[in-house]
């Protein structure tokens, strides 16, 4: 048995770890519609973002959701200035105030997923029918 089984991680780099995963997901995941946005301070953008940090962040991680926008618009523009992040970060708490980002439960999430599965299969066959 090596000596490396035997060591546990810590949560605070377990926690990192998941961070760093998170955020790569996230900035592959903004970088698919930045073709149609060109400034960091797109009210889209930040919303996009930030609804979907809302819903893959949990409490228990203890990652502060905040932080985590401000990085993934640091790797999606690299010369972002401090102005522009002062401004993603109101927006972001404009939004908040306004409650436009929401937490989708799961299973709404799921029957949604569905919902659009089967409506492009059905337009597959109506068209392939006609």
């Known amino acids: 048995m090596s000596s490396l089984s035997l060591v546990q991680p810590t949560s605070k780099i377990t926690s990192t770890i998941n961070k760093q995963n998170i955020l790569d997901q996230i900035v592959t995941a903004a970088q698919k519609i930045l073709t149609a946005i060109e400034k960091p301070t797109s009210l ?11 819903n893959v962040i949990t409490k228990a991680s203890q990652i502060d959701k905040m932080s985590l926008v ?3 618009f640091q790797k999606l ?3 972002i200035t401090s102005e522009e992040i002062t401004e993603i970060q ?11 980002i929401k937490n989708i439960p799961v299973l709404k999430y799921a029957l ?6 089967f409506t492009s299969l059905l337009s597959k066959s109506k068209s392939s029918a006609s």
């Not at 889209?44 to 809302?54: F, K, M, N, W």
């Not at 109101?90 to 436009?100: H, I």
């Open 112 to 117: 949604n997923l569905a919902n659009q599965f």
């Open 77 to 79: 523009f690299p010369e």
């Open 44 to 54: 889209d953008l930040i919303h996009y973002v930030a609804s979907i940090i809302e």
């Open 90 to 100: 109101e927006a972001v708490e404009f939004l908040l105030a306004q409650n436009m």
């Open 70 to 72: 401000i990085e993934v």
